[in-house]
């Protein structure tokens, strides 16, 4: 078994939440003096690391960790409404048994992902909920779930959908499976050069020979 662990990012990874989190920023961007980004920009946008996101909408990196407290939190009153990536129910159960444990690291709420993974009826498939509020802090916590596990970086697998999630993981010397429906676009991705690159769920089957 190559991969005991399975770590998955959840925005953009199982849940489709790029137009939450787009409607969401537009509501708040009035209050912080930021500009409103326009869903024509979104396309550009996914070609864009976070450095250069942040300095295409003008984000001063002050301002982020409030964007995030206060977007989770409205979130969380739509939460239960926003759908599932197609095809991931299925993929995470016929993972799930070929691993030793299941769990999740994002910049969202763990509240949020809790209820959402509930509604879903997927919260029983993962043994752990980890959040971080700064949007560079992920290889940091990747490292501890190995320490917490007693896992050799080789034998965990993280899974997202954005440059950072790949940057966090070679950081950690841990493989990373980008997949290409979430923000980041297949293009800009691939150029990172990821470990696995997956165009839809069922990629991830490529992975089973492997569990």
């Given at each position: 078994?190559?991969?005991?662990?399975?770590?998955?990012?959840?925005?953009?990874?199982i849940a489709?939440?790029?137009g939450?989190?787009?409607?969401i920023?537009?509501?708040?961007?009035?209050?912080?003096?930021l500009?409103?980004v326009?869903?024509?920009?979104?396309?550009?946008l996914?070609?864009?690391?976070?450095?250069?996101?942040?300095?295409?909408?003008?984000?001063?990196?002050?301002?982020v960790?409030?964007l995030?407290?206060?977007?989770?939190?409205?979130?969380r009153s739509?939460?239960t409404?926003l759908?599932?990536?197609?095809?991931?129910?299925?993929m995470?159960?016929?993972?799930?048994?070929?691993?030793d444990n299941?769990?999740?690291?994002?910049s969202?709420s763990?509240?949020?992902?809790d209820?959402?993974?509930k509604t879903h009826?997927?919260?029983?498939?993962f043994?752990f909920?980890s959040?971080t509020s700064?949007?560079?802090?992920?290889?940091?916590?990747l490292?501890a779930?190995c320490?917490?596990f007693?896992l050799?970086?080789s034998?965990?697998?993280y899974?997202?959908d954005?440059l950072?999630?790949?940057?966090?993981s070679?950081?950690?010397?841990?493989?990373?499976a980008?997949?290409?429906?979430?923000?980041n676009?297949?293009?800009?991705?691939?150029?990172?050069?990821?470990?696995?690159l997956f165009?839809?769920?069922?990629?991830?089957?490529?992975?089973?020979?492997s569990?």
């Open positions: 078994m190559i991969y005991r662990s399975l770590v998955f990012d959840f925005d953009g990874t489709d939440t790029l939450e989190t787009l409607r920023y537009n509501q708040l961007a009035p209050e912080h003096g500009r409103k326009d869903e024509s920009e979104v396309e550009e996914r070609h864009m690391s976070l450095i250069e996101l942040l300095e295409h909408v003008q984000i001063p990196k002050r301002k960790p409030s995030i407290s206060k977007g989770t939190k409205i979130m739509n939460i409404e759908p599932l990536i197609k095809g991931m129910r299925e995470i159960q016929e993972l799930r048994p070929r691993a299941f769990g999740i690291l994002t969202n763990s509240d949020n992902v209820l959402f993974l009826g997927l919260r029983d498939e043994d909920i959040s700064r949007l560079t802090g992920k290889s940091k916590h490292k779930i320490t917490t007693s050799d970086p034998q965990v697998l899974i997202g954005e950072r999630d790949i940057r966090a070679q950081k950690a010397n841990i493989a990373i980008a997949v290409t429906w979430g923000f676009s297949r293009q800009s991705l691939e150029a990172a050069n990821p470990n696995y165009n839809s769920p069922d990629d991830f089957r490529s992975l089973l020979r569990l």
